[in-house]
């Protein structure tokens, strides 16, 4: 057996182990990226930690403690309160809304991951307080940033688009640039009316929520940092407390209100009253610490990651005591899954088993079953590691078949390739899924985790033979 086909079988290997048992997949990753890269690959160790994703780790890190932050002082609460009465009270509005907003900071340049890195604790606070699917609200997030994320302007489409012309292959940027959004966006409208979306559509603003109260969450128990050392510590209960103080001294405690009587608008109004009142000057500062995250890592382009720890160090040493826990709410679980495939997929690439898959798909002599197969390489590898990278790789691959007028649409292919390359971030091994993941606070992770790994699996399956039918053969 090979040394590409022995890596290939560990990885299988480590998706079974992890399923059959409760141990973390990401130390059973770092064990097989060990004894594949020294036993069978020949590497030592600073080879194998060079595949170590240091970037995506600080970003998990530091995202999850600013915004651990922004839960313990009710910030999130606040801003959810705000967005509500700012769609009128339709619930179910606010996955659009999110959608949305994704797509346009990607499309105007914003990096995927720092766009679903600032929307997805936001968007999953929604969902815990207002009874929407947390699956289909991440997903919704993701899939925004990734329908916005090919315009001629943003950072797969500059990347695309330079590739292509290098090889000198005819391209459409819109028709890329379309093709994504719409393929995005017809996804996000069927998960829209699988998880709920009519039901949401008859909904108002509950009560429970004019009252500044959470309401029922979607099949879930109340948790934060379900993996953490502390479920629902002082700091949470103090944080809490000085909320409703704060509030109470204003004179706008929503939970003052009365019955709506049945009437959504009344609810909505009084709502949003008490969240422009009951706002602390904490959770001021939170709001102008987050929105200089997205001035400094959209416009600035620095590191998310080191920006995200700047502000919440800040925001600490305002309120040590009541954020005394929120190192602890850091998901230092889901971070070591996600830190650890990556590791084990660096590895693989470092002995070119990556390359390798590529080169034996293309040395086939069907073109419409190469450009089929070159599609699932990207989708699967871009499940597990970055969409750029697959896509700077596989299109060079493509050029000779692409050129030989096999019947194969460069532009039809190319766009094919776009989407099947980033659609599949939506797995909890990709950046987007694992900022997704590391941002769900209120709901069990576990479950969480294993809905994002079988949507991931259906996404990446069914994906590819889609684009190719729309894009390739038709």
Not at 363 to 389: E, Q, R, Y
Not at 390 to 416: K, R, W
Not at 433 to 441: E, F, I, P, R, W
Request: net charge neutral; proline share 4%; hydrophobic share 55%.
């Amino acid at each position: 057996m090979s040394t590409h086909l022995i890596a290939i079988c560990v990885l299988a290997l480590m998706f079974v182990i992890a399923t059959a048992l409760p141990i973390n997949m990401g130390v059973i990753a770092f064990v097989g990226a060990f004894l594949v890269g020294t036993l069978v690959a020949g590497l030592q160790a600073k080879g194998i930690m060079a595949g170590f994703p240091a970037e995506l780790f600080l970003t998990l890190v530091g995202i999850t403690f600013l915004f651990a932050q922004a839960q313990n002082n009710g910030t999130i609460d606040w801003l959810v309160r705000l967005a509500v009465r700012a769609v009128g009270g339709r619930i179910a509005a606010i996955p659009w809304v999110m959608f949305a907003i994704t797509a346009l900071l990607t499309a105007v340049g914003a990096v995927s991951p720092a766009a679903v890195a600032i929307i997805a604790p936001i968007a999953l606070g929604f969902a815990a307080k207002y009874n929407i699917n947390p699956l289909m609200m991440g997903l919704m997030v993701i899939h925004g940033a990734q329908g916005g994320g090919f315009s001629p302007i943003s950072i797969y489409g500059g990347i695309t688009n330079k590739v292509v012309n290098e090889a000198g292959l005819p391209i459409s940027e819109l028709t890329t640039a379309f093709v994504s959004l719409g393929v995005n966006f017809a996804v996000s409208l069927l998960l829209f009316f699988v998880f709920g979306g009519m039901k949401l559509m008859r909904q108002q603003v509950p009560n429970a929520a004019s009252r500044g109260t959470p309401g029922p969450l979607y099949g879930t128990t109340v948790a934060f940092a379900a993996q953490g050392p502390q479920i629902y510590g002082d700091a949470e209960s103090e944080a809490a407390s000085e909320e409703r103080l704060t509030r109470e001294r204003s004179g706008a405690a929503v939970g003052a209100i009365g019955p709506a009587g049945g009437a959504g608008a009344g609810a909505l109004g009084t709502a949003g009253a008490g969240a422009n009142d009951g706002a602390t000057f904490q959770q001021i500062v939170t709001v102008i610490g987050l929105l200089a995250l997205a001035v400094l890592t959209l416009l600035y382009k620095l590191d998310i990651g080191f920006v995200a720890i700047s502000i919440g160090l800040l925001i600490s040493l305002m309120s040590p005591q009541v954020q005394k826990r929120a190192i602890g709410q850091v998901s230092w679980p889901e971070i070591m899954l996600i830190v650890g495939v990556s590791t084990y997929v660096g590895v693989m690439q470092k002995m070119g088993t990556i390359t390798w898959v590529g080169d034996s798909v293309a040395s086939l002599t069907s073109p419409m079953m190469v450009a089929l197969l070159l599609l699932f390489v990207g989708a699967i590898v871009s499940a597990f590691a970055s969409s750029t990278a697959v896509l700077g790789s596989l299109i060079p691959l493509a050029v000779p078949f692409l050129q030989n007028g096999t019947g194969v649409d460069p532009i039809g292919f190319i766009a094919a390739m776009a989407v099947a390359s980033t659609i599949v971030d939506v797995s909890p091994f990709s950046t987007n899924g694992a900022l997704v993941l590391a941002s769900a606070q209120h709901i069990d992770r576990d479950v969480f985790l294993r809905q994002l790994m079988i949507y991931g699996g259906i996404v990446t399956l069914v994906a590819p033979v889609v684009v190719w039918m729309l894009f390739v053969v038709l």
